[in-house]
């Protein structure tokens, strides 16, 4: 069972973008441990992609955030609706943030490290 199906998301499948000023959303330990296994699988599932587009970008932090996070957005887009996040680099980051929040979790922490890999 395919968890994210890139490139070809169509708005109709995305989460709304969140309201101007809107606190951003939080999630509970057990949806960060859920959520990590969607976003491993995703990526693993992508995993070609994002290679070819990390080294293109190389080491520059510019050419990271032009050619990488683009790619990653559309590849996660789906799951990131999934999980009522904007499909858009901002509900990226939002999701970054939400996950972060339990990093102290010995489960959420090793699979922080397997996403960052």
Known sequence: ??????????????????PLGAPPKTVTLEEAKAILVDVNACLAENKTVLDSAKGMAGQDVMSVMMMLLPQVTQVMAPMLSKHG?????????????????????????????TMKG
Not at 87 to 110: C, E, T, W, Y
């Open 1 to 18: 069972q395919q968890r994210c199906r890139p490139p070809h998301v169509h708005t109709r499948d995305m989460a709304e973008p969140a």
């Open 85 to 113: 996040f904007p499909a858009d680099p901002a509900g990226l980051f939002n999701l970054i943030a939400a996950l972060s929040v339990h990093k102290d979790d010995a489960d959420v922490a090793g699979k922080l490290a």
